[in-house]
């Protein structure tokens, strides 16, 4: 059989073994404040994220069209197996650092994980010279921009619902929201599925486009159906080491602040998908959970477990993009 075509094969099923992984790693993000304030059964709030990551998947490609030839444009890779295996490299980093980040419970970023792969990747490979600087900083200022974004939007809802329900009962409003969250559950799921399955999408895509399958970038339907079908399935499996951290371990959800911190993540994420720029669900899901509690009491966030979130953030670009770096060089001595 062609090698080319081998290892087109071996990156397809690596991009869907990570789509799959951050199914049960990165969505549980999306159903954490839900499942945390009973608004839903697990089971339930599984299937209900499935179903909507899958359709929001199939419904949006620029994001997808950003990772396929934002951080290395592909069309300047000569070499067809030097590009392929930066490509396999990458994913085989990324699903390392998700697994390894999903045993411990730290709510990391898939997006920051795939990103640092790329680039490490390729300048194992090619040098700096690699990297479509243009594009790497514009997708670098959106992660960097949108947790900010998520923390302030979360911070104003949250400050607005105090303001708009505070002669309510207590309960009553809780009972209310616990059932507008079955809808912002729905609609974050949906926003996530927007931007997060993308990334594989790109992926593919790319290594298409640098084995010369295809002569532009353009997201095959298969390749949007499969993609969303994999993070479907593992959404199916479950999160739960992640659930118990963003829904319990960042600050006491009730139901309204569940629905504050969906609506502005949900935006957050979508408003990002209609520019073409990934963001890190993770960052935005958490970062609105951060601002939704110090807009109702800064002391009741715990800063503790916050910091160690941010703190794994901060530092997986660069320890993905080094272990991609020797990766690489391994596959290239093996391949």
């Known amino acids: 059989m062609d090698s080319l075509l081998v290892l087109t094969l071996m990156i397809v099923f690596f991009a869907f073994t990570f789509d799959f992984i951050n199914g049960f790693h ?7 404040t839900s499942v945390s304030t009973r608004a839903m059964r697990p089971r339930v709030a599984i299937i209900l994220a499935g179903t909507m990551n899958f359709l929001g998947a199939i419904t949006f490609t620029g ?13 300047t890779i000569h070499d067809e197996t030097k590009g392929l295996i930066i490509v396999l490299a990458a994913l085989i980093t990324a699903i390392i650092w998700n697994l390894l980040t999903w045993l411990l419970g730290i709510p990391s970023s898939s997006s920051h ?7 490490g990747a390729g300048i194992s490979a090619m040098g700096f010279g690699a990297l479509n600087y243009q594009g790497f900083l514009s997708i670098f200022e959106a992660l960097i921009f949108s947790p ?3 923390i302030t939007l979360g911070f104003i809802i949250m400050k607005s619902f105090t303001y708009f329900f505070h002669n309510f009962s207590l309960v009553n409003t809780n009972r209310r929201f616990r059932v507008l969250q079955v809808f912002t ?3 974050q799921s949906f926003a996530h599925g927007t931007n997060d399955a993308q990334k594989t999408m790109g992926i593919i895509t790319m290594a298409l486009v640098a084995s010369k399958y295809l002569d532009k970038v353009e997201i095959p339907i298969w390749v ?14 479950g999160g739960w080491r992640i659930i118990h951290t963003v829904g319990s371990k960042i600050m006491k959800i009730e139901p309204i602040n569940g629905a504050a911190a969906d609506i502005s993540s949900a935006c957050i994420i979508f408003g990002f998908t209609l520019v073409h720029f990934p963001v890190s669900t993770t960052h935005v899901i958490t970062s609105s959970i951060l ?11 715990n800063w503790g477990v916050a910091i160690n979130i941010v703190i794994t953030w901060i530092i997986t670009l660069p320890l993905t993009a080094a272990s991609a770096f020797v990766i690489f060089k391994l596959l290239n001595l093996m391949l």
């Open 26 to 32: 990165d969505t549980a993000n999306t159903i954490a």
């Open 63 to 75: 994001v997808a069209q950003t990772i396929s030839k934002g951080i290395i444009d592909p069309f």
């Open 113 to 119: 994980a795939i990103i640092g792969s790329l680039a």
């Open 148 to 150: 900010i974004a998520a």
């Open 185 to 187: 559950a729905a609609l």
């Open 224 to 237: 949007r159906v499969a993609a969303g079908l994999a993070m479907a399935l593992g959404t199916s499996i």
């Open 291 to 301: 601002g939704v509690g110090s807009a109702e009491r800064v002391r009741g966030v």
